[in-house]
């Protein structure tokens, strides 16, 4: 049973979601061989004010 943790800034629409666990499944299923039903996809959505990068919260960038 895979597991895949992503960790992302919020701000996608639903149907981007929808996607990227879409196309993460689909690549887990042709590199490890298991069944799409046995592949668990985690979105962990961060508030752009609790992730910053170098320094700088991802809410304060321009």
Do not use: F, W
């Not at 499944?25 to 979105?43: E, W």
């Amino acid at each position: 049973m895979p597991i895949v943790k992503i960790n992302l800034v919020a701000g996608r629409t639903q149907e981007q979601l929808r996607g990227i666990v879409q196309d993460v499944t689909k690549a887990v299923v042709k590199n490890t061989g298991c069944q799409d039903s046995d592949v668990h996809v985690i979105l962990n959505e961060m508030q752009p004010d609790h992730y910053s990068v170098g320094g700088v919260l991802k809410s304060d960038e321009k």
